[in-house]
């Protein structure tokens, strides 16, 4: 199991803390009040655009890759090697690739 990164032990350790430190009368207190924190940031608006730019910046390489042209260039490349394979593969079908 794997939350934000964070495995079950590290969260036991976490839950374990807090225990401690808030003690079992203020943990329930102290739960409801992260919660509603984290529901309140996760509808804002400032959460949307972090959001939103995370997509953006994922996919920024491949937007750029596309604009530039890289794509053609890379497929007209191929196209290239594919040609000159064949035409080795044919000369040495026909023997004119064979010393004498």
Not at 16 to 25: M, R
Request: charged share 30%.
């Amino acid at each position: 199991m794997n939350l934000f990164g964070i495995g079950l032990p590290e969260i036991l350790f976490i839950l374990f803390l807090s225990l401690l430190i808030f003690g079992p009368k203020d943990l329930e207190k102290t739960g409801k009040t992260i919660g509603r924190a984290l529901n309140k940031l996760v509808r804002s608006e400032n959460w949307r655009a972090i959001q939103q730019t995370t997509r953006e910046l994922k996919n920024l390489p491949n937007r750029l890759m596309r604009e530039s042209g890289v794509e053609e260039i890379k497929k007209a490349t191929v196209g290239e090697l594919e040609k000159t394979t064949k035409e080795i593969n044919a000369t040495i079908k026909n023997g004119k690739g064979k010393d004498k």
